[in-house]
């Protein structure tokens, strides 16, 4: 299934120009969603919930269209385990003027790579914006005079694929013949890890064949905070205090404002603690089952 999830101007412009790569919040499969005019775009990705930053009679509406992530991180908005606010339905759709389309809910993960952002104009159409390439290479921005590479930026070592070439751990994402990996690494690897280029999103990338890895697996580090539920994202430092950001995994809008959580979108909380709040802490290395290293 190919997912398409609506962006405000200000997820494009963290994403896209900011050169970040990860995405959650409620998503629809992209081909329910084809020929949609741009008001029943907007009601059929469940957009009009209290203090959306989504205008209803914008000229234009942008989607990000992305190969299913692990269904792990899928789950059907439906209650009693999910429960949110207007327009969310519980039953896991969302109704409009028309028609309706089955509704899925994404935790935060790293976005697939090859994931393409397309502007929706009232005439139907869809003009291409940017592509993301992959870990190494992050985005692509579409251009009168050609392609451009916003700024740099890294990715998060908590986060999405993760292989090991010649007892190295470096994030990864899988070629497009999935017959190999691109490595990405965020400082120039060893003299005897040759054949590394730097990137224009400032790491150091090669591709290496799925047999020559060590191990490949997606990492999913998660915790409990205040007892609820939480994947760690991203660390970082504040002096000697090491902080975790948390997304919030419950699914549950009560508890996410009863702890003051932020609300990036529908469904979407996160908060930054420091790692001596946090309890349970645990990193588990999920492998496809389709894919054998040296098959």
């Not at 896209?16 to 059929?44: I, Y």
């Not at 470096?170 to 999935?178: E, R, V």
């Not at 580090?221 to 660390?235: D, E, K, L, S, V």
């Not at 997304?247 to 990036?264: I, M, P, Q, V």
Request: glycine content about 8%; overall charge negative; some cysteine.
């Amino acid at each position: 299934m190919i997912f398409q999830k609506a962006l405000s101007p200000a997820h494009v412009a963290q994403l896209v120009e900011g050169n970040k790569d990860t995405v959650s919040g409620f998503v629809l499969n992209a081909a329910d969603a084809v020929g949609l005019p741009l008001g029943r775009l907007f009601q059929a990705h469940g957009v009009g919930f209290a203090g959306s930053p989504w205008d209803p009679n914008a000229e234009h509406f942008d989607v990000l269209r992305f190969n299913e992530p692990l269904g792990i991180y899928c789950h059907a908005p439906v209650v009693p385990e999910f429960i949110d606010r207007p327009p969310v339905t519980g039953n896991g759709f969302a109704l409009f003027d028309g028609g309706y389309v089955p509704h899925y809910f994404l935790d935060e993960v790293r976005i697939p790579a090859g994931a393409e952002l397309f502007r929706i104009t009232p005439d139907g159409k869809g003009r291409f914006l940017a592509v993301y390439r992959d870990v190494a290479n992050g985005w692509a921005l579409a251009t009168e005079t050609g392609i451009k590479t916003p700024v740099q930026s890294h990715p998060s070592h908590l986060m999405g694929w993760v292989a090991v070439w010649r007892g190295i751990r470096y994030s990864a994402d899988l070629a497009k013949d999935q017959k190999a990996v691109i490595l990405a690494a965020t400082s120039e690897p060893p003299a005897d890890q040759e054949g590394f280029t730097r990137t224009d999103r400032g790491c150091w990338s090669r591709e290496v064949p799925l047999a020559e890895l060590d191990e490949f697996y997606e990492l999913n580090a998660t915790c409990r905070w205040n007892g609820q539920p939480f994947r760690i994202t991203a660390t970082a430092y504040d002096g000697d205090t090491q902080l975790f950001r948390l997304f919030y995994t419950g699914h549950n809008a009560d508890t996410a404002e009863s702890l003051r959580l932020n609300k990036a979108d529908a469904g979407v909380y996160w908060t930054v603690v420091p790692k001596s709040e946090v309890t349970d802490i645990k990193l588990v290395q999920n492998i496809l089952k389709d894919l054998r290293v040296g098959s």
